[in-house]
């Protein structure tokens, strides 16, 4: 009779270690898989070539991802997943202070926006979503991701605004970021032109969010 539990907790301990193998993988996959689309583009991005760039064989990468659809969609999802766990970090800095909270949401978003990385993962997908009827989905997935998210934070900041007000801020707010991702994909000598820009685009956040 005692050995039943022993014989049971040891299965579980199988499938628990099993299932973070899983995890792992899906992980190295979508990270091998993000670095071709951002240094090469979403043309020279497939299954096969994954599996060669991790020196794997093509049938572990399929065994999770059947074809670069299921991929994209779980590398969009991988994608905002991390930005909500990014800023659940900077909110618990103020937990009882929303405006805070949403300017460190606007603070981690224009930073961002700098990186090269996260700049060209969003160029691959807007240039893939004008041919393609599930990347455009998956582009307007994330807009409503992005809108949801800043009028979650706008109306704890500005409780009195209705929700059309709230709508047509977080609207401003969002487009002000999307500007940033391409200007920021300038030259530095263009960007050379503009002092302290983070300051006045902090400043331009905080007058859209109290106007």
């Known amino acids: 009779m005692k050995s039943a539990p022993k014989a049971i907790a040891l299965s579980q301990s199988k ?28 043309h020279c991005l497939s299954l096969r070539k994954i599996a060669q760039h991790m020196g794997i064989s093509n049938g572990n990468v399929t065994y999770y991802f059947a074809n670069k659809e ?17 800023f659940e970090k900077e909110a618990a800095k103020f937990p009882h ?19 090269q990385e996260s700049r060209s993962f969003f160029y691959q997908l807007w240039g893939l979503s004008i041919h393609s009827s599930i990347a455009a989905e998956l ?21 009195e605004l209705n929700q059309q007000e709230l709508l ?3 609207f401003l707010l969002m487009s002000l970021i999307e500007g940033l991702n391409v200007i920021f994909g300038s030259s530095k000598k263009f960007l050379a032109q503009f002092d302290d820009i983070e300051s006045i685009l902090a400043g331009q956040v905080l007058d859209i969010i109290n106007r």
Request: aromatic share 8%.
């Open 15 to 42: 499938i628990t270690g099993s299932q973070e193998r899983s995890q792992r993988r899906i992980k190295e996959i979508l990270q091998s898989a993000q670095h071709i689309l951002v240094t090469e583009g979403f």
């Open 70 to 86: 299921v991929l994209l969609k779980a590398l969009i999802e991988d994608r905002l997943t991390r930005y909500d766990e990014e």
């Open 139 to 159: 582009r307007d997935h994330v807009y409503h991701h992005f809108l949801s998210q800043v009028m979650i934070q706008l109306e704890a900041a500005r409780p």
């Open 168 to 170: 047509n801020r977080s």
């Open 97 to 115: 202070a929303p405006d805070k909270r949403i300017s460190a949401y606007f603070h981690y978003l224009i930073a961002d926006a700098q990186v």
